[in-house]
């Protein structure tokens, strides 16, 4: 059985859970949704997305709870 060091693995940083997957109608300009009720990611022009994701800033999400908006990093 192998150790292993705690502090280690706290350090590691995962953003997988910071994930979004982005609207497909919205990828194809047909989403009929506003930003704020689609589920999904609507991410400016500018935000790379990846496999159908981008990836929400942590700090955003922070924010979130106070005014309703999720950001996604460039």
């Known amino acids: 059985m192998a150790m292993v060091n705690v502090n280690n693995l706290l ?6 859970w910071l994930q979004l997957e982005v609207c497909r109608e ?5 989403c009929t949704r506003p930003d704020t009720e689609c589920k999904f990611a609507h991410p400016p022009a ?10 929400a800033c942590y ?3 922070k924010e979130t709870e ?8 460039n």
């Open 11 to 16: 350090n590691i940083k995962d953003s997988r």
């Open 46 to 55: 500018n935000v790379e997305v990846q496999n159908g994701r981008v990836t």
């Open 26 to 30: 919205f990828q194809r300009n047909k």
């Open 59 to 61: 700090d955003s999400i």
């Open 66 to 73: 106070q005014n309703g908006d999720v950001f996604v990093e």
